[in-house]
C-alpha cells in the first residue's frame, strides 16, 4: 500500500534530502522542486494530499504566492500546505497563514518535530489512518 504523497518544494537541496528521507521512511511517497513555478507543475500532475513550501525562494513565486495560488483553486481545497522558512519566524509565520498555509515551522527544525505535526494535520484532514 502507498502512503500519502507529498511535493517538497525548496531551492535548498539540503532541506529537499532531510525531508523527503524524513518522510520516505515514514511511508509517505514524495516529489521534489526546486523552484515555485516547478512546484505548481509537479503539484498539478502528481496530485499530493500535502505540499511542503519554503518561503523564500528563487524565480517568479515564492513560497507565499504558491500557497495562495493553491488556495484559489478548488482543485486543492482538502490539500495539507507546510511553510518553512529560517526567516523571521513571527513575520513568516502571519504571512504563512494569510496565505492559507495549515502551519508554519521555522527552520532549523528537528525531523522528529516535523514529522509528527505533518502526521497531526494529515489526520486532521483525513489524509492519514
Same mark, same amino acid.
Given at each position: 500500500m502507498n502512503g500519502p504523497r507529498v511535493v517538497i518544494v525548496d531551492d535548498d537541496e539540503f532541506i529537499r534530502r532531510i525531508i523527503d528521507r524524513v518522510l520516505t521512511r515514514a511511508g509517505f511517497m514524495t516529489a521534489h522542486a526546486g523552484t515555485g513555478k516547478d512546484g505548481l507543475a509537479l503539484i498539478e500532475s502528481f496530485s499530493p494530499e500535502l505540499v511542503v513550501l519554503d518561503i523564500f525562494m528563487p524565480g517568479d513565486y515564492d513560497g507565499v504566492e504558491v500557497c495562495r495560488r493553491l488556495r484559489e483553486n478548488n482543485r486543492y481545497h482538502g490539500m495539507v500546505i507546510v511553510m518553512i522558512? #529560517? @526567516?523571521?519566524?513571527?513575520?513568516?509565520?502571519?504571512?504563512?497563514?494569510? #496565505? @492559507?498555509?495549515?502551519?508554519f515551522i521555522p527552520k532549523p527544525f528537528s525531523p522528529r518535530y516535523f514529522l509528527e505535526q505533518v502526521k497531526v494535520l494529515l489526520r486532521e484532514k483525513g489524509g492519514l489512518s
Amino acid at each position: 500500500m502507498n502512503g500519502p504523497r507529498v511535493v517538497i518544494v525548496d531551492d535548498d537541496e539540503f532541506i529537499r534530502r532531510i525531508i523527503d528521507r524524513v518522510l520516505t521512511r515514514a511511508g509517505f511517497m514524495t516529489a521534489h522542486a526546486g523552484t515555485g513555478k516547478d512546484g505548481l507543475a509537479l503539484i498539478e500532475s502528481f496530485s499530493p494530499e500535502l505540499v511542503v513550501l519554503d518561503i523564500f525562494m528563487p524565480g517568479d513565486y515564492d513560497g507565499v504566492e504558491v500557497c495562495r495560488r493553491l488556495r484559489e483553486n478548488n482543485r486543492y481545497h482538502g490539500m495539507v500546505i507546510v511553510m518553512i522558512s #529560517a @526567516g523571521d519566524q513571527r513575520r513568516e509565520s502571519q504571512r504563512s497563514i494569510e #496565505a @492559507g498555509a495549515d502551519i508554519f515551522i521555522p527552520k532549523p527544525f528537528s525531523p522528529r518535530y516535523f514529522l509528527e505535526q505533518v502526521k497531526v494535520l494529515l489526520r486532521e484532514k483525513g489524509g492519514l489512518s
